[in-house]
């Protein structure tokens, strides 16, 4: 697939993602869930890029061997980082490491580079791909419209919309049924 830099993402959404080792359970486990859900990513404008300190060769045997073991094609590509130099500079690898194994970080990053959310995992628990698509849709829902998404939204759910500032909002605003004037549900 050749040479990768975030910049060839501008104008998508990318989930950036690392993982530990290839040929391992919890990563194999959790590529195949990226890979049936690719299309679910694709429908979100947004993009996934994987990374680890193996080497190419490597990342081509794996991908193979995932799709012959599962009867999945892996479509996005795997950065390979054998001197550990993006790992270290996106805090996948901490810098007195010991091990190459990077931890299973997650890095959300939008239109314009920016990245909105990060999350890491050790290496024996494996992420929720289907929680990485609520967390993608949910970034895009609250760019959209001035809101906040509430504990396990989902896309279509109501959303939060934001409290007045103002005494005059606040006795303006509609009688919703809500406990408070702070919290408000609406539509995204």
């Known amino acids: 697939m050749g040479e990768r830099s975030l910049d060839m993402y501008r104008g998508r959404w990318l989930v950036f993602f690392s993982h530990p080792a290839d040929f391992t359970p ?11 859900a690719s299309d679910r990513f694709r429908e979100l404008g947004c993009d996934l890029l994987a990374l680890s300190v193996d080497s190419l060769s490597s990342h081509l045997a794996w991908k193979h061997s995932i799709e012959h073991r599962f009867g999945v094609r892996v479509p996005f590509p795997i950065v390979e980082d054998p001197a550990m130099g993006i790992a270290r500079a996106y805090g996948m690898l901490p810098a007195n490491a010991t ?25 024996t628990v494996g992420r929720s791909v289907d929680e990485v698509l609520r967390l993608v849709a949910a970034l895009q ?7 906040s ?8 759910d109501p959303v939060i919309v934001a409290p007045p500032l103002t ?17 408000r549900l609406g539509s995204a």
């Open 26 to 36: 919890v990563c194999t486990s959790e590529f195949v869930a990226f890979a049936k």
């Open 99 to 123: 091990s190459s194994a990077t931890v299973r970080t997650t890095f959300v990053i939008d239109t314009q580079g920016v990245v909105r959310a990060t999350v890491s995992y050790p290496m």
């Open 141 to 147: 829902a609250t760019d959209a419209a001035d809101v």
């Open 149 to 156: 998404t509430p504990e396990g939204w989902m896309p279509g």
């Open 167 to 183: 005494f005059d909002e606040i006795t303006a605003q509609p009688e919703t049924g809500a406990s408070d004037w702070y919290y």
